[in-house]
Structures are given as structure tokens and as C-alpha cells.
């Protein structure tokens, strides 16, 4: 799986959007694009996936750059409970959605009121 | 709809002891992956397992071993602990839609294993 580089940490401004981004420079043509994020002392929630086309739901959007060889999670109205480390991940999809997952160290993402 | 358990919720074990620690997953899920996750170490995959099937592991010691029952319950085992065992184990479910189908993967909280 291709190797992931994210900042250590951001701040954020409670109500402003948090952009959270992803270096991904050696990601092959069959590997997605994950983001998961873990609230201190709870396990990990998976937050949207995406392989090239830009993804939303109703807690995040994705944005990859067209070359993939970069995204960014955008979370468009942060609240404090968004306060989290937030990991990004790539794999090639497989069954099992859990399985074999190679987290980094993340970013922590600090809400400011 | 009820979400991954794990139990017990804390645990306290002495050296040279072994321990097992128990996942339910989310009904319908078949897929249970663990994670181990530890300060120095961060978040690191242990092994899945599927249809009582060990499918994929990590980069663990034999002392680290798990198996699942005919209705998806994990279970994983740590024989002869060391304090570098102390850690959050992590269990993950997934509904399992084929080889190549991603599926959302749902985390337990967690078991705190402390080992002294």
C-alpha cells in the first residue's frame, strides 16, 4: 500500500471549514483514498472513501487532485466535537473493510471555540 | 442497531499471564479485523478473520492469536504477556460484500490491556 504524508497538527475555528490534507505521491491506478479519524479514547470511524472523482457525504467531502497524487478532506462546518485525529489512508479495495488498514500517525485536528 | 463490543472494557494482567479478550460484531457483519494501538506504535493490524477463517495477519508474534465462532464472534488471545503488551486492542467489523468491494468498517472502543 502506498505510503501517506499529513501534517502533524491544525487548528480550526469552530464554525469554519477544516481542510485536512494528504500526500500521497506513490499511489498506483487501483489504490482509494480513505480517511478515518478517532475522537481520544474511542475507536476509529471510517469518513469517506474515494478512488479519483471528488466524494461527499454527510460528514465530509473529498477532494483528489487529478494526478491522485494528493487530497483533502474538507469538513465544512467544524464543530468542537470534530476535534479528532484524523487518518489518511490508501489501500487497494479489497473485501472486509477493516482489514489490513495501515494508519500513520494522522493529524490532530484542534476545534478552537 | 447495536454497535461492536468489546469485553471487558479494562483489564488488568501480570506478567507471563495470558488473556482473552472478546469482540461481538455488528449483526450481519462477518468480517472481524484487530488492531493493536499503543503510543510508541500507533494503530497496527493484527489479523481478520471470516467465516471462522483467519484471512489475512499482521506482523505479530505467535503469542498473538485469535478464531472465529459460527455467528462472527471474535475472540483474541495474548499468551505469556510483557509489559510491551500493554495496549488498546481494537476490534473492527465489516459486512463483507466480496473481494472487491470496500465496506464501511465499524471500531469497537476498545479493550485497555495493562500488563504489570
Known amino acids: 500500500d502506498a505510503k501517506t504524508t499529513q501534517p502533524p497538527s491544525m487548528d480550526c475555528a469552530e464554525g469554519r471549514a477544516a481542510n485536512l490534507p494528504c500526500n500521497h505521491s506513490?499511489?498506483?491506478?487501483?489504490?482509494?483514498v480513505y480517511w478515518y479519524r478517532q475522537i481520544h479514547s474511542q475507536g476509529p470511524q471510517y469518513i469517506i472513501h474515494?478512488?479519483?472523482n471528488n466524494e461527499t457525504n454527510e460528514m465530509a467531502s473529498l477532494i483528489i487532485t487529478e494526478d491522485r497524487k494528493s487530497s483533502t478532506l474538507i469538513l465544512p462546518h467544524a464543530t468542537l466535537r470534530d476535534t479528532a485525529v484524523y487518518y489518511c489512508?490508501?489501500?487497494?479495495?479489497?473485501?472486509?473493510?477493516?482489514?489490513?488498514?495501515?494508519f500513520g500517525k494522522g493529524t490532530h485536528l484542534i476545534i478552537q471555540p | 442497531k447495536a454497535g461492536v463490543t468489546q469485553t471487558p472494557r479494562y483489564l488488568i494482567k501480570t506478567r507471563g499471564q495470558q488473556v482473552t479478550l472478546s469482540c461481538s460484531p455488528i449483526?450481519?457483519?462477518?468480517?472481524v479485523s484487530w488492531y493493536q494501538q499503543t503510543p510508541g506504535q500507533g494503530l497496527q493490524f493484527l489479523f481478520e478473520?471470516?467465516?471462522?477463517?483467519?484471512?489475512n495477519k499482521g506482523n505479530f508474534p505467535g503469542r498473538f492469536s485469535g478464531r472465529q465462532f459460527s455467528n462472527s464472534r471474535s475472540e483474541m488471545n495474548v499468551s505469556t504477556l510483557e509489559l510491551g503488551d500493554s495496549a488498546l486492542y481494537l476490534c473492527?467489523?465489516?459486512?463483507?460484500?466480496?473481494?472487491?468491494?470496500?465496506?464501511?468498517?465499524?471500531f469497537g472502543q476498545g479493550t485497555r490491556l495493562t500488563v504489570v
Open positions: 489512508i490508501v489501500r487497494v479495495r479489497s473485501g472486509g473493510g477493516a482489514d489490513g488498514l495501515t
Open positions: 506513490t499511489i498506483s491506478g487501483n489504490e482509494y
Open positions: 478473520y471470516f467465516s471462522e477463517t483467519q484471512r
Open positions: 473492527a467489523s465489516s459486512r463483507d460484500r466480496g473481494r472487491q468491494l470496500y465496506t464501511e468498517a465499524f
Open positions: 449483526s450481519g457483519h462477518r468480517s
Open positions: 474515494g478512488l479519483k
